[in-house]
């Protein structure tokens, strides 16, 4: 399956307006994309209150080391990764805040994963 991976915090309002976008886009396309998100420079609590409070249900894991961050080249957030079946990434994106500005990337992403 094709994966979006994001960089998120607690403290980070673009990350608030692009969580449920990206909830809308797993629950669209579930047998064909997997949406993780990554907690960056965050506190395990804040990080987890601020997914339980967006209702997010796909995968959210916690960088205890910011070794993912460092891994993608994260240095700000929010910061969304594309990324094909074959673990290529594709896309990046910083600030998704529309869905506009997620449908082009996610568009181009399972049209080249069908």
């Known amino acids: ?7 998120f915090a607690s403290w980070c309002h673009p990350c608030e307006e692009e969580m449920p976008l990206l909830e809308a886009a797993s629950e669209e396309s ?3 994309l ?3 998100a990554v907690s960056y420079e965050d506190l395990r609590r804040d990080s987890e209150s601020f ?3 967006l209702g997010v249900t796909f995968p959210a ?3 205890t080391d910011g070794d993912v961050a460092e891994a993608y080249g994260v240095r700000g ?3 969304t990764f594309f990324i094909d079946a074959e673990g290529v990434v594709q896309d990046r994106v910083f600030g998704i805040t529309s869905k506009p ?3 082009e990337p ?9």
Request: charged share 25%.
């Open 61 to 63: 894991a916690f960088d």
């Open 77 to 79: 957030i929010p910061q």
């Open 51 to 53: 997914v339980e409070r």
């Open 101 to 103: 500005a997620l449908d």
């Open 1 to 7: 399956r094709a994966v979006v991976l994001t960089f």
């Open 106 to 114: 996610l568009d181009e992403l399972l049209a080249g994963s069908s």
């Open 30 to 32: 579930p047998d064909d």
């Open 34 to 36: 997997q949406v993780v």
